[in-house]
């Protein structure tokens, strides 16, 4: 019978496939036995003797190029395979989530954007760095390793979090500031304060050009175009004590500056802009001046194949808003070790060798977005990256990093659903300070920050 | 007479044609985009025709990231899933629809497979991971076979159900007077007879098992595992949509299913129009 012999056959190569795929797998299971624990240091001494693998969940996108790049290089010098695990940003954060919640140990290092610290470090998800024998160096910003530190070395710190020891979780691998750009070509001189960048944003809007290009879809994005703005004119989300603060007067000014005074000078639908359109209108040279982050420069912004303003586009630190700073955004990714990974000490030792200024310059010329002074200020890498000795200055001045706090995700989302809102013409600056900010009292006050 | 009969034709003809055009433009769209350079999703202006036929995306879909790899998962756990489901769904049909079961038992065990697939995928979905882990069965392509079974299982007993209803039970029998036993009536004369059956179910439950998203981003972690959908949505980056490799991948996605379905879509008509009419 035709079919029999078909289904037979389809059986047997399902089976042979699945059983091929499930040997092939690094995950397999974990049992909490001798043999395990035994199968375990085997692979632990095996990475750390050369001819091991060492598994990194990554995000996918520029961020990771040059963490790509270094992976043949590092089989080579050591020996060890790096099994790079790509997922998207938004997905990155729930499965690293879901993996620490089960102590899963199949990631050996995980890529995490700055704002996941106070999760992962008031969960306990990552090992101690400074154990393993990573410690400071002075040829990378202090604030580099400050990030990187639970709990947080300065500003508030979570009402659980007080009376635990200060611990090295995680290490800087993409120094990434969100900076200011616009076009040097049509206004010679750099917008010193954000007056000016209005200004600027009013007379290029009535040229024809997009003035100021707002990246402001809802949640994440709208908030980090927004929070510069909103700490240089002098408000903040909270106070030193975790009380909101987004609806005082200085947060509705630098609201209503977004959303009233910039908005009239944006694209045509801001509410939907993310960072790949505003890339777009830049490159395409359709717009004069916005934020930007270092990732979005050398794939886009000013990358060779697509973009029509080469050497038309200048790079500055943010500019000086009512407070009399410019107060950038810290954006960076590190990495860390989980703690049920197998492999601690051999992740800890790639983790110094990418560190090495010579690992970190290759690592430069690969994409990559180094952290170490030294490297952000060498002559042979801002040709072809002219916005790196801005980020070493960015990285110097020091930023500011999100509030840390392990309910940051619920506060973004609802000050950046709010903003939209007003960007969108749902509602005016005033009542989204004020929507958000009864949000978000509610939220910390239910989660013990508050009285 | 004739002259309005032809207008009402070519107006017919016009409408039928304007919504194949709305139905046919986003799949021509997504092969276009596949063959455009970076430059040209850049353009201020989107083109409807690409300047070349540039392989590239694919390329990098395939080879550069790998994503061979993420399709040959994709075959196994949609190809094992769909075997079990039909012989597990076999298992449950032959004895309500060829054995004297009650109305009571055949009505409890249809209504228990439809239940189950008016469960939200994203309600189990915790406890799913939870139980997987919990077995061994993390990132391994086996997680993904079970669950995936488990999930188009009603479909499959229900479609199965329909065709067997329709098989007289007397050719059965007579094959049982003719000395034959249970297994060898089923193996000759059932099975035989619901070929189109299970080329219907074959298809139409590989299919969604093809397009499952959520269970194998949960369940999985590495490429090891990982299905193709996984690995395309993860074109979407924070700064960056990959529009022309997204595109690329969504076509490379499409071609099995769609091949699958051009081939045999007289059988799945069959399979999902069957016993529709009347309630035996």
């Known amino acids: ?451 | 007479m004739n002259r309005g009969r032809r207008s009402t034709r070519i107006a017919t003809y016009l409408l039928l044609l304007g919504i194949g055009l709305i139905f046919a433009f986003p799949l021509y769209y997504l092969i276009v985009t596949s063959f455009k350079t970076k430059s040209e999703l850049f353009a201020a202006v989107p083109s409807l025709v690409p300047q070349a036929l540039n392989p590239a995306a694919y390329e990098s879909v395939l080879f550069t990231r790998g994503y061979t790899g993420l399709l040959f998962n994709s075959i196994v756990v949609g190809l094992s899933a769909t075997i079990l489901a039909i012989a597990v769904a076999f298992a449950i049909c032959y004895p309500i629809t060829r054995l004297p079961a009650s109305r009571r038992l055949r009505a409890f065990v249809l209504n228990w497979a439809l239940s189950l697939r008016f469960l939200p995928p994203i309600a189990v979905v915790i406890p799913y991971f939870t139980i997987i882990r919990t077995v061994g069965l993390y990132n391994q392509l086996p997680a993904l076979i079970v669950v995936y079974t488990i999930f188009n299982l009603p479909l499959a007993i229900w479609m199965l159900r329909g065709f067997l209803d329709e098989i007289p039970l007397e050719i059965e029998q007579a094959a049982l007077v003719d000395g034959a036993s249970r297994w060898q009536a089923f193996r000759h004369v059932l099975l035989p007879l619901s070929r189109t059956a299970i080329l219907a179910v074959v298809i139409i439950v590989f299919a969604f098992d093809w397009a499952e998203f959520l269970f194998a981003f949960i369940l999985t972690a590495t490429p090891q595992a990982q299905t193709f959908p996984v690995g395309v949505q993860g074109l979407v980056t924070q700064f960056e949509i990959i529009w022309n490799e997204m595109a690329a991948g969504g076509v490379i996605a499409i071609v099995i299913p769609l091949t699958l379905m051009l081939i045999a879509r007289r059988h799945v008509m069959t399979g999902l129009t069957f016993g529709v009419i009347r309630e035996k």
Request: charged letters at 20%; proline letters at 7%.
């Open chain 1, 1 to 451: 019978m035709r079919l029999g012999r078909l289904m037979a056959l389809l059986s047997a190569v399902a089976l042979i496939g699945s059983a091929c795929s499930s040997a092939a797998s690094p995950a397999a299971s974990t049992p909490a036995s001798a043999a395990a624990s035994a199968a375990a240091s085997a692979a632990a001494s095996a990475a750390a003797s050369g001819g091991g693998k060492l598994t990194i969940a990554a995000v996918q996108g520029g961020e990771d190029a040059g963490l790509k790049a270094l992976a043949p290089m590092y089989k080579a010098a050591k020996g060890v395979d790096l099994q790079i695990v790509e997922a998207p940003y938004d997905n990155l954060y729930s499965k690293l989530v879901s993996t620490f919640q089960a102590n899963d140990s199949t990631y050996d290092l995980v890529m995490m954007d700055d704002p996941w610290m106070p999760k992962f470090g008031t969960d306990g998800s990552l090992s101690d760095l400074g154990a393993l024998g990573i410690s400071r160096d002075p040829d990378i910003a202090d604030v580099v390793w400050d990030v990187g530190t639970w709990p947080p070395p300065r500003g508030p710190v979570p009402p659980s979090e007080k009376a635990k020891p200060k611990q090295l979780l995680g290490v800087t691998i993409v120094g990434n500031v969100e900076m200011f750009m616009y076009r040097k070509d049509l206004t010679p001189n750099a917008p010193a304060s954000y007056d000016e960048v209005l200004a600027n944003a009013k007379a290029q809007k009535a040229a024809g050009l997009t003035g100021y290009i707002i990246r402001g879809k809802a949640t994440n994005p709208v908030v980090a175009d927004f929070l510069p703005i909103l700490w240089s004119q002098g408000g903040d989300v909270f106070d030193e004590n975790w009380n909101t603060t987004i609806d005082n007067d200085a947060s509705k000014a630098a609201i209503n500056f977004l959303v009233n005074d910039l908005k009239a000078t944006a694209q045509s639908d801001p509410g939907s802009t993310d960072a790949a359109d505003r890339d777009k209108i830049m490159a395409n040279g359709q717009g004069y001046e916005s934020s930007v982050w270092p990732g979005e420069i050398n794939t886009a912004v000013l990358d060779p194949a697509v973009t029509k303003v080469k050497d038309k586009v200048a790079f500055i630190p943010i500019p000086k808003g009512k407070s009399g700073k410019g107060v950038g955004m810290m954006g960076n990714w590190m990495l860390g070790i989980p703690k049920a990974s197998k492999n601690q000490q051999a992740a800890a030792d790639f983790i110094k060798w990418m560190l090495q200024a010579d690992t970190q310059k290759t690592y430069a010329q690969n994409n990559g977005i180094p952290s170490r002074t030294s490297v952000l200020t060498d002559a042979s890498l801002t040709a072809a990256n002219p916005y790196f000795p801005v980020l070493a200055e960015a990285l110097k001045s020091p930023p500011n990093w999100r509030p840390r706090t392990d309910q940051w995700n619920a506060v973004e989302t609802i000050l950046g659903t709010e903003l939209n809102k007003a960007l969108t013409g749902g509602q005016t600056g005033d009542q989204a300070a004020t929507n958000a900010a009864t949000q978000i009292r509610a939220l910390m006050k239910s989660k013990g920050y508050t009285q």
